[in-house]
């Protein structure tokens, strides 16, 4: 019974760890979206300017100052109203923070899950089960080349974050317009693959 209250609890915080990210990314909140993107943004630029330990603890830093500052104000302001109010981060150090068994668990075959999916697409890739597909992947790896010629890791991790939150509201925004580019697209690589497996021997697929 506990097992399966856990797991329960556990869908619907992940329910509701999903919602909430929908949200971020469509700015339903603009002042909430607006605080967490900025943040990740100041955070990937700090990077590009000083190293990873400055960063953490530039950040760790300012953390403590706030909180040891905010808890110095209280306790001075308690002392000078005679009150007893506590300590004023007590709701958050009750707060409960452990991990049990069974979500430990969960979160171990998901990962072993995603890990061994990914370990037999690669070996199915670089084994060359399917001939096109394995094409495909060089011809991604070749184009990754140049990509990472041109920009490093950081630089590609601040575009991602960028796309992130503006590509979800442009596409919901422009959807039929983009939907109908997309189709003449996947048409167009659908066509040349098409061409490509009928011109290599052995490329054509099983279920052909």
């Known amino acids: ?9 556990m869908d619907c915080l992940w329910s509701n760890w999903k919602c ?16 967490v993107f900025g943040s990740l943004l100041l955070l990937l ?14 950040l760790a830093l300012a953390g403590l100052s706030a909180t040891i500052s905010f ?8 002392a000078v109203q005679k009150t007893d109010e506590g300590h004023p981060f007590k709701a958050y150090l009750d707060m409960e923070m452990n991990l049990s068994q069974d979500q ?3 979160y171990t075959d998901c990962l072993q899950l995603y890990v061994n999916s990914t370990v037999k ?12 597909d394995s094409l495909k992947f060089a011809v991604l790896m070749w184009l990754l080349t ?4 041109l920009f490093n890791g950081l630089t590609l991790l601040i ?5 992130m939150f503006t590509l979800p509201v442009v596409y919901d925004k422009y959807q039929a317009q983009i939907d109908q580019y997309l189709g003449l697209v996947r048409t167009h690589i659908n066509t040349v693959v098409a061409k490509i497996q009928a011109k290599i021997p052995g490329a054509k697929r099983k279920a052909e």
């Not at 697409?121 to 096109?132: N, T, Y």
């Open 20 to 35: 909430q990210a929908i949200d971020l990314l469509y700015w339903r909140d603009i002042k909430q979206t607006g605080i």
């Open 71 to 78: 808890r110095i104000y209280k306790s001075v302001l308690q």
């Open 121 to 132: 697409e690669l070996r199915r890739l670089f084994l060359v089960q399917d001939l096109v």
């Open 45 to 58: 630029f700090s990077l590009t300017q000083f190293s990873v330990v400055s960063v953490v603890a530039y």
């Open 159 to 163: 575009m991602a974050v960028v796309s």
């Open 1 to 9: 019974m506990q097992a399966s209250a856990d797991s329960t609890k």
């Open 146 to 149: 140049y990509v990472g010629a």
């Open 104 to 106: 430990i668990q969960k």
